[in-house]
């Protein structure tokens, strides 16, 4: 309906009238309307139609004068009778649509008249043509008529004509009008008020519910009422679903909520939990390092082996905990190069096999002369992952290591064992962090980041991570990688660190805010060789380097210190002070994202706590002694600060 198509009529604001209209009355105006369209349609159709008829009729009694008077016009031009040739033309323009005529001999013209020539009116000339004059016998041209045409006085006819038509059309379209008022009114008014009764009794009961309405008419074939109907009753069943969703997903929300607050507060108390930990575990790896180190007697070596290894499972919690904060931080960068990949499987067949046979396990690793492109600090941290993970969770018979080459230049590094396996509803869940499948660790105890660690790692180098397992019949996890286009590249193998720099004579400065940590450091580094002064302040540690003959050959500043100073600040404060660049070194407690970032930002060294003796040994050596440190590249105990890379998930840096 044109009511309903209209913009301009939808908006009841542009028509001010259709405001307050009832129904009918719309309805009729619509009829109206659509009425007055067609009438103009119509009545303009008709007019055109009766114009072209009567210019066609007009033209073709014009021509027909024409070709009838030629042949006598031509007798004249050629007796060159002039008076009789103008008494031709003028019985031409005296008559229909021909207002003038005009003989031509060449471009000269001979005779011509014009029917408005002596009434003063001017010429309105509609059409123009002509035709040529031949001589009697049509062997020659001799010239030319040109007649020029008006249709001046058929539009005048015309418009006497139109009101006529123009009342006959509006009589037809007025009757069509009544009509279709008639049948639009019965047909759709008298159940649109029934349907609009049905919906107001609908919208009384509660909201939720979805009664269904209907029109009650009986016997009757379905038309597009019905498939409003239809509508209605879908809109309105969907709009209690749709209210219903509303109210869960308000439920949802708050639930969401509450839980992202509690994992919020969760999350501050292990930061501060982690932190407060690692404070007095570095300061007990300290002091084991500098009791390891005594000539004890046999009975007192084997429990405190005991207790380094009961320290060295702590290590890998907090190391773990470390690579969780570095992935959130996005810090985490690959070092892209090609590698033999039997560097790694020496490596960790090396650390872990004592592991294993400690177990009663045998620890396999197939020799491999491939080559693969990838970063191979974090190749090596998968595969370590993967071979704890069996060592845990295998009671007896073996772990094989292995690669084979896939199609595609790809190279498949895989971990077989023949542990308790893995149940299906569990293996994409174990992959989660702190998420432990629910069996009892054989070995060594968790925190459930290993795997998780594994699947952000195989991701960030774009290396498929697969797992096959059974419960019950052991596991194969395997991790796949392009291999190299150039294995003819000599890499020098690393030199390895015998532990015997000398820092006689070395002064170290060292700032930190707990005395069980000062007292630690102190001891071990004069067990080195170093003298070493400790401060808990920046200002404290100027006033003792004042007392001191010489400045210190390298500075180890806890970052978080009391009084919102920062180790960062301690090492500017101090070059400053003494306008000297002294080496140093961070160290910290603190594994926040936001934390690490701003730690990269320093530019300096950076170990985050707790630290065991021979990593703090390392990285002092390095900073004394740059140029004679060898380059690690991912050993168990290579923690050396690498401000080169960013690629520091196996170091503490």
């Known amino acids: 309906m044109l009511f309903l198509e209209n913009p301009t009529l939808r908006n009841p604001r542009s028509m001010p009238l259709l405001r307050y209209s009832s129904l009918n009355q719309k309805i009729l105006f619509s009829v109206i309307s659509v009425a007055l369209i067609m009438f103009s349609l119509v009545s303009a159709l008709t007019v055109l139609h009766e114009r072209n008829r009567m210019f066609n009729s007009a033209d073709m009694d014009a021509h027909k004068d024409v070709n009838d008077n030629a042949s006598v016009i031509a007798h004249d031009l050629w007796e060159f009778d002039n008076a009789a040739l103008k008494a031709s033309l003028k019985g031409l323009a005296l008559s229909g649509s021909i207002i003038r005529a005009e003989v031509f001999d ?245 650390e872990c096999t004592l592991e294993a046979n400690a177990k009663g396990l045998r620890l396999d690793v197939v020799p491999n002369s491939a080559w693969i492109r990838s970063d191979p600090l974090m190749v090596e941290r998968i595969l370590r992952n993967l071979v704890s993970n069996s060592i845990r969770y295998t009671a007896s018979g073996k772990i094989l290591v292995g690669c084979r080459r896939r199609p595609g230049n790809t190279l498949e590094l895989a971990v077989y064992d023949t542990g308790i396996g893995i149940a299906s509803d569990q293996q994409e869940k174990i992959f989660g962090e702190f998420y432990k499948a629910g069996f009892p660790d054989i070995g060594q105890p968790g925190l459930g980041l290993g795997l998780s660690i594994v699947d952000q790692l195989s991701k960030l180098l774009s290396a498929p991570l697969k797992l096959s397992s059974s419960e019950g019949m052991g596991s194969m996890f395997s991790v796949t990688f392009n291999l190299a286009q150039n294995t003819g590249i000599e890499h020098p193998p690393a030199r390895p660190f015998n532990g015997n720099t000398n820092f006689d004579g070395c002064t170290v400065l060292v700032i930190d805010d707990d005395a069980a940590i000062l007292e630690a450091t102190r001891g071990l580094l004069e067990q080195w060789g170093c003298h070493v002064i400790i401060a808990e302040g920046i200002n404290s540690a100027i006033k003792l380097l004042m007392q001191e003959a010489q400045l210190p050959n390298a500075m180890i500043c806890d970052y978080r210190l009391r009084s919102k100073e920062n180790g960062a600040n301690a090492v500017a404060i101090i070059c400053e002070e003494f306008n000297a660049d002294i080496p140093a070194m961070l160290i910290t407690a603190d594994t926040s994202p936001t934390r690490i970032v701003q730690l990269k930002a320093t530019g300096l060294p950076v170990l985050h706590k707790p630290l065991r003796d021979n990593e703090l040994k390392i990285a002092l050596t390095q900073l004394l002694f740059p140029s004679a440190t060898p380059h690690f590249t991912g050993s168990k105990d290579s923690n050396l600060p690498d401000q080169t890379t960013d690629n520091v998930l196996l170091t503490h840096v």
């Open 106 to 350: 060449g471009d000269k013209v001979v005779a011509t008249f014009s029917r408005l020539e002596n009434t003063g009116s001017a010429e309105q000339a509609d059409k123009i043509w002509a035709i040529d004059l031949m001589a009697p016998d049509d062997s020659k041209k001799i010239g030319s008529l040109r007649i020029t045409e008006s249709y001046a006085e058929l539009r005048a006819v015309m418009a006497n004509n139109v009101l006529a038509v123009i009342a006959s059309e509006l009589t037809k379209v007025g009757v069509l009008a009544a009509i279709l008022f008639i049948i639009v009114h019965q047909l759709l008014t008298r159940h649109l008020k029934s349907l609009a009764h049905e919906i107001e009794t609908a919208n009384t009961l509660e909201v939720g519910s979805a009664s269904t309405i209907s029109l009650h008419r009986n016997n009757r074939r379905r038309d597009e009422l019905d498939t409003l109907v239809d509508a209605i009753n879908r809109f309105r069943q969907e709009r209690a679903i749709a209210e219903q969703q509303t109210v869960l997903l308000a439920r949802l929300s708050a639930q969401k909520e509450a839980a992202e607050v509690a994992n919020r507060a969760k999350s501050r108390f292990l930061a501060a939990a982690s932190h407060d930990l690692r404070q007095p575990i570095h300061a007990l790896h300290l002091f084991l390092g500098t009791l390891k180190n005594l000539d004890l007697p046999l009975q007192a070596q084997r429990p405190l082996a005991n207790v380094l290894r009961c320290t060295e499972s702590i290590d890998e919690m907090f190391v773990s905990l470390l690579d969780v904060a570095k992935f959130d931080a996005g810090l985490i960068e690959p070092q892209i190069s090609d590698f033999p990949i039997m560097t790694v499987l020496n490596r960790i067949r090396h």
